[in-house]
């Protein structure tokens, strides 16, 4: 039996696993993947603080998970496929067990949109690309088209032009969603320039992409990019959606997110939610890892029943 059974091992998860393996809670995270979450995919967590040029997002998130592992908290690499809720009992089952707890944390954060326009199935890796950390390198001679206007897509955008890539953002409106600081870096930037007004509608291709389909919303026109003698890279940040669909049925879910009260708890006693899933306004990494502080604080205080 554990005393607080977090799922996804993101900056929340894993703040609150360092908090609850700290307070002698019997801890466990469940993340089949890497740790870290999303936050491994940016290459700088420039507003993290703290945090040095040289510290990509995986850095942080590897010290997170070790910093987590050195209080005690044990890691299972499974993927949770549903929690219920028995009274002061909550089993977390996954694809291939079944775990008994008193507390549930969900921190298993969001994951990107796809466009879903024709083509972007079909060349996912294989000239699109969800991850410039990942991918970047590879078109770094190259003509990249990244799709999107908000904070993701311009701070990617700036990663990979630094690379030494030319770098269009396609936009679909005529200003960015993303915060003015990174929006005045990428249009001050000599590798950068914007297709505002701009949306991709097909990935054209036979192996590789090798052409886009764009279409102007301002003069209604339509027009293709065809590759040139370098590679061509496209990078589609289009916002993120919450990892949450295991939890419908038990929590009373808004566009996916899950409503919490000031101690992180849902509207199930006993289960709390932290990081990208919470219904709230803004999601950056230094709040997700509060409410993983908070909820491990408020589970530690009614396991220890101080006051
Ligand atoms: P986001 O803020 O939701 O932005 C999504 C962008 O994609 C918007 O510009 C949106 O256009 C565009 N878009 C959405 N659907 C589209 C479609 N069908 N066709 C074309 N364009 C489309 O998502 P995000 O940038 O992934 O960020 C997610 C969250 O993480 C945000 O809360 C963000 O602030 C946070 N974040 C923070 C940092 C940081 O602080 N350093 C870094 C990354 C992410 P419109 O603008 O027209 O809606």
């Known amino acids: 039996m554990y005393d607080l059974m977090i799922i996804g091992g993101g900056p929340a998860g894993l703040t609150a696993a360092i908090y609850a393996s700290r307070a002698h809670l019997n801890t466990v995270i469940f993340e089949p993947e890497m740790d870290g979450g999303q936050m491994s995919l940016t290459m700088s967590l420039e507003n993290f603080p703290g945090a040095l040029p040289e510290d990509t997002g995986m850095d942080i998130g590897m010290r997170m998970a070790k910093q987590a592992a050195s209080f005690g908290a044990a890691t299972i690499r499974e ?95 005529d200003s960015f969603r993303a915060e003015r600081f990174l929006a005045e870096k990428a249009l001050a930037h000599e590798n950068i320039s914007v297709m505002w007004n701009t ?51 038990l929590l009373e879910l808004n566009r996916g997110y899950v409503k919490v009260d000031e101690n992180q708890m849902s509207a199930v006693d006993g289960i709390y939610a932290a990081g990208d899933i919470v219904d709230k306004n803004f999601r950056q990494v230094i709040n997700a890892c509060g409410e993983g502080c908070v909820a491990a604080m408020a589970v530690a205080k009614r396991i220890v029943q101080y006051d």
């Open 199 to 249: 949306e991709l509608k097909e990935v054209l291709g036979d192996a590789m992409a090798d052409g886009l389909v764009l279409y102007n919303n301002k003069t209604d026109e339509t027009f293709t990019v065809k590759k040139g003698d370098r590679p061509m890279g496209i990078f589609i940040y289009v916002g993120v959606k919450p990892q949450t669909e295991f939890l419908e049925g």
């Open 79 to 173: 993927r949770v496929v549903s929690v219920e809720s028995a009274g002061e009992t909550k089993i977390v089952k996954t694809e291939s067990g079944s775990y008994e707890g008193k507390y549930v944390l969900v921190a298993t954060g969001s994951k990107p949109n796809r466009l879903g326009v024709p083509g972007e199935d079909k060349f996912v890796s294989r000239g699109i690309s969800y991850c410039a950390t990942c991918d970047g390198a590879f078109y770094q001679d190259g003509d990249v088209y990244v799709i999107g206007g908000g904070n993701s897509a311009v701070e990617e955008a700036l990663y990979i032009a630094n690379l030494g890539a030319k770098v269009t953002i396609v936009h679909r409106r």
